[in-house]
């Protein structure tokens, strides 16, 4: 409970927060350890101390704050950046990952298609100089492996 002791004609009272103010005001909040009111859009968004920080506590002039801080630019832009989180494009988030993914498989194709193409021209050496592709033992462990995997095995050592 927010309160505020005051003197008018020579009496105390204590004026007492009342909280029909969060249905007015739908961005305001309070904190019960504080014993202070807190703008919700600019606690997380940044803004005024006052209502972010320190918090708001002068009850006295409640409707003159609130009105004013709900017109500064500040709020407006919070109020704003409130409203539109969570409210992400899927439409455009999923052309972006589909992009993403096609250059993705783009780069892969061309990295392949360059691998193909010296496996390919080894195998059109061995063709000029009538070289067999295949050895006798071929094995990966093989002391010989044969020319067409010599010429393969020279090809990654120049270009991996």
């Known amino acids: 409970q927010i309160s505020q002791p005051g003197i008018s004609n020579s009496k105390k009272y204590i004026r007492s927060f009342n909280s029909e103010w969060y249905q007015r ?6 904190c019960e350890v504080k014993h202070a009111l807190f703008c919700f859009p600019c ?6 101390v006052t209502w972010t920080k320190d918090g708001f506590r002068n009850i006295n002039k409640m409707k003159e704050k609130t009105e004013k801080h709900e017109k500064s630019k500040k709020h407006v832009e919070n109020l704003v950046s409130l409203s539109l989180l ?12 589909y992009r993403l993914s096609i250059n993705e498989h783009n780069i892969k194709v061309k990295k ?9 021209d080894c ?3 061995c063709g000029n100089f009538e070289t067999p592709l295949c050895a006798h ?5 093989s002391v010989n492996p044969g020319v ?4 393969i095995n020279f090809a990654c050592k120049l270009d991996p």
């Open 148 to 151: 067409f995997r010599g010429l």
């Open 123 to 125: 195998i059109f050496f």
């Open 137 to 141: 033992d071929d094995k990966d462990d």
């Open 25 to 30: 005001k739908s961005w305001l909040c309070g």
């Open 112 to 120: 392949n298609r360059e691998i193909l193409s010296k496996i390919i």
């Open 86 to 97: 969570g409210n992400v494009n899927i439409k455009e988030k999923l052309t972006e990952a």
């Open 43 to 48: 606690l997380l968004f940044g803004g005024d």
